[in-house]
């Protein structure tokens, strides 16, 4: 049925057949075959094919892959456990585990077999272990591969690692060194890789799922679709370029690279103007507590991380110094910061200590503002919520900078039937850390705002979780730019060129040495 429309990609029109000279038709085939040619680009982009020349140089960092080497590494934790995993990747891993084992055949690939690994040297015995074979490509570095579950002792682990080290053709891997062979030969994109090193040292509940959600290529998939988008704009400007006069390209081709492009300058601004968030998740957001001199910030702080880190007493001006522990609230990763009371007129150590405070203060993606709901009236606590509490209520919520929650303490002394906090008080939140009155309110009202600080993880679109995706991204913005095909389509080629270059740095193609090395640099040997 539809065969005309069947044959036509995007704008680019079919060839009329009212009128078919000999050379029309080539010029007709010319500019599908073109544009088929460079739709076909991006996988090639994204993706390197193993034998890249990520293989031919070696580094500083986990040693280039494809040396043919067989490597081989603990792959658990170090220490006494119940089981410990050894792995090996490379050609010579099955013959490996035959001369461990003492077989002539290999064991059936993806199974778990009862073997017992002996010393080739001494055929001493080593330990009954549980051996998996991997044949590559179907394997996590896509080369050969064996896992050894052995029992966790130091000496069965030293004494399996050792009579590994004595097969021709093995050598302990480098830091990072499994992770990177599965990069080269393409079973990981270079977010993806990022992601299996955050979720390795994910602390909490919303890391884990950050890293969850990276590993599983989300931000990669994205950038992946928005390349695919600069390259159909690209072969719309380019076949304008070389056939734009040739009459056989449909009204409006650069019309519409312009609004694709133009979207897609609308999206990586939205991602960009989030990219502060997913960084904060990773490596923690700054909850700083303050308030008046004993307002009980130093007892709050110990409340929510359950250990004694500050000083408590009645004497006002205890605090002098930033305190700051690291602590998982509802999920979130947060560095907490208790500081001194802000007070004008005392001596020069609690003066420097104030300085400090206001400092640490600036730094804060969300304030801990806490006051003594007995002491609202007292001067200390009308001048901070005149100053601290109203500049930050006076942001306007959408630049967001910080966040505030106001919390009156010690509710206990309040009388159950005096007349409440004052009511022209901002929005607040009643606790009294003597008796843990309000806390459970306080910790959700915690998630709700380092929820909006961190960007909820579970929800919503992939975050940029490094500096490293930001730069990209502005770089492929800052590119777009220079995109004007309505000045010179030359240019505006060149603009989206370096646009698109950007987006497959992001996701390892074409990466250079220096950044695989800092990424790989997180892991640990054995992964
Ligand atoms: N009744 C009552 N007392 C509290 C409560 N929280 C703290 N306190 C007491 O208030 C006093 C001051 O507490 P801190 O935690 O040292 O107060 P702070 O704000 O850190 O004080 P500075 O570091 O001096 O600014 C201590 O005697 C605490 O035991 C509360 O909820 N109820
Ligand atoms: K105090
Ligand atoms: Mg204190």
Redesign the pocket.
Known sequence: SGHPSAFRTSNLCIPQPQNPPQLGHLAIIKPLVYLTLRLSLPDALIRLPSGSRLCTRRSSGAAAPGSGATIFALSSGQGRCGIAVIRTSGPSSGHALQILTAARDLPPARHASLRLLSDPRSGEPLDRALVLWFPGPRSFTGEDCVEFHVHGGPAVVSGVLQALGSVPGLRPAEAGEFTRRAFANGKLNLTEVEGLADLIHAETEAQRRQALRQLDGELGHLCRGWAETLTKALAHVEAYIDFGEDDNLEEGVLEQADIEVRALEVALGAHLRDARRGQRLRSGAHVVVT?P????????VNLLSRKPV??????????RDVLETPVDLAGFPVLLS?T??LREGVGPVEQEGVRRARERLEQADLILA?LDASDLASPSSCNFLATVVASVGAQSPSDSSQRLLLVL?????LSPEGPGPRPDLPPHLL?????GEGLDGLLEALRKELAAVCGDPSTGSPLLTRARHQHHLQGCLDALSHYKPSKDLALAAEALRVARGHLTRLTGGGGTEEILDIIFRDFCVGK
């Open positions: 308030g001199p004993n307002a009980g910030k130093s007892s709050l500050s000083i408590v007493s009645p004497e006002p001006g205890t605090t208790d001194a009371g806490m303490n010690k509710s206990d002394l606790l009294s850390c003597l008796t």
